[in-house]
């Protein structure tokens, strides 16, 4: 074996071990330093559970055809979900810069000139057509994971979109069962007004009667009565800002937008107690964490990629009537191949302190992941446990609603028919009772509806 042989192999070995000493061609791998990162990596490599409920169409987790009209209206008009789907085309432009800079670049600037003299007569023209390709070859990668890093922000970007698309499917079914049981508050509200205005005049013919009701009694059943009338006002306003809430979401003027009656509303159900890492890790903000550390992953590898030198191969070539001194026509062509190595030897310490910083942003990168798996897991956790007790609170207000249907009953026949002096106290305190448990009611089952579009939503549903 002659020398110079010897010698291109013993460079094409020590480049070998440079590259794989410093990971420059490693690709990234989902981290398992700790046994939640290890459990994530696992549950990725699992295979898709259709029948997860985060996998879920939403139509089939949304029936009511009211609301699913909604929910499709909004997903056309939304302005924040065209802008998310807009950033995918950005980011897929920006991969697609990536991925072609692998081709050599070409570069053509023919030139003209005219030159005269005056101690000669005529003028010479020369002209210069010349093109030049410059091609970097990616030996140490650096090409290599700038495209890695942006594949990484594509997929980033489309978590994203998903993301986008999960919250509003959320926001116009919470919105929409909030309407709903507002306006179903109101209703009662105003029925109870109605009852309530009777009472104040039962209790004032039966003062007038002298059937044992004092003015104060008169008094405190009005107070009820204005007091009822002062939290319709309220009600009112708040249907009128879940209106506009809707129309933002559906990207529409205000209106008044039109929801199922309470009694017929369909509360969409959880299927099982518990999630699995499997779904969590489904979630797009989840995703959308690992990918940030995929692209912090990459642009350390970059970092470490600049300490080696870059191979750039050069061509140059034309057809020009100018050959050095000597002007020809018709023309000649004329070409030129060079390559050159460029090694950093000393760069002011940039490119060790841009080393340090990616290294540092990796790790910071690293614990948002982390956190984000928690967060996720935490959110799950508590929209089931907004779900299982309110199902049970549910069934307590509906015993002590039904109870105080009677009391309100009964004393109402004590006030008419009693002459004891504080049946007209038993009668406010019932019916204040009655109407207390029957909004808590109506809040309880709005919150069981929404615990379930949280855990949806929480789960990245909607793809």
């Known amino acids: ?115 005269g003299n005056s101690y000669i007569d005529g003028t010479s023209k020369t002209y210069q057509i010349p093109a030049s390709v410059s091609w970097e070859i990616d030996i140490f990668g650096k090409l290599r994971n700038n495209r890695k890093g942006a594949k990484a922000a594509v997929l980033k970007s489309e978590a994203y979109a998903q993301a986008v698309r999960s919250q509003i499917i959320g926001a116009v079914a919470n919105t929409y069962y909030a309407l709903t049981a507002v306006k179903t508050q109101l209703e009662l509200q105003r029925n109870t007004a109605g009852l309530w205005k009777q009472t104040v005049k039962t209790m004032s013919d039966l003062k007038e009667g002298g059937r044992g009701v004092t003015e104060a009694a008169v008094v405190q059943s ?115 191949l060079a390559g050159s190595l460029t090694a950093p030897l000393f760069s002011r310490g940039q490119n060790i302190a841009r080393l340090k910083a990616s290294k540092i942003q990796q790790q910071q990168t690293l614990n948002n992941f982390e956190y984000t798996i928690l967060s996720a897991a935490a959110e799950v956790s508590d929209a089931l446990t907004v779900y299982e007790k309110s199902i049970e609170k549910s069934a307590h207000l509906k015993q002590m609603v039904e109870n105080l249907e009677k009391s309100v009953e009964y004393t109402n026949d004590l006030m008419l028919y009693s002459t004891g002096s504080t049946s007209y106290l038993e009668v406010l305190t019932a019916q204040q009772s009655l109407l207390g448990a029957q909004m808590n009611q109506i809040s309880t089952d709005l919150s069981r509806a929404q615990a379930v579009i949280n855990l949806y939503q929480a789960l990245g549903g909607g793809r």
Do not use: H
């Not at 398992?32 to 990725?44: G, Q, V």
């Not at 499709?72 to 897929?92: F, G, P, S, T, Y």
């Not at 797009?284 to 300490?307: C, G, H, I, K, M």
């Open 222 to 336: 009005a107070a009820n009565y204005y007091s009822i009338l002062s939290s319709i006002t309220d009600l009112e306003a708040s249907v009128d800002q879940l209106n506009n809430t809707m129309s933002l979401l559906l990207n529409k003027l205000p209106q008044e937008w039109e929801t199922t009656r309470a009694v017929d509303l369909q509360v969409p159900t959880i299927l099982r107690a518990g999630v699995p890492m499997a779904e969590l890790a489904a979630r797009p903000d989840v995703r959308a964490a690992e990918q940030d550390l995929a692209a912090a992953f990459y642009a350390t590898n970059s970092a470490r990629a600049a300490f080696y030198p870059s191979l750039n191969i050069t061509a140059n070539g034309g057809f020009t009537n100018s050959l050095g001194t000597l002007i020809v026509n018709p023309g000649q062509w004329f070409y030129q």
């Open 1 to 115: 074996m002659n020398f110079n042989k010897f010698s291109r192999i013993a460079l094409a070995v020590a480049f070998a071990t440079a590259m794989g000493s410093c990971g420059i061609y490693t690709s990234y791998k989902t981290p398992e330093s700790t046994p939640m990162t290890k459990a994530y990596a696992e549950a990725r490599e699992l295979p898709v559970d259709s029948a997860a409920f985060g996998n879920l169409l939403w139509e089939d987790v949304f029936t009511d055809p009211i609301l699913a009209g909604y929910i499709r209206e909004a997903l056309q008009n939304n302005v924040n979900l065209q802008n998310a789907k807009l950033n995918v085309d950005v980011a897929n432009a920006n991969l697609l810069g990536a991925n072609l800079s692998y081709l050599p670049s070409v570069a053509l600037a023919p030139t003209a000139a005219i030159a």
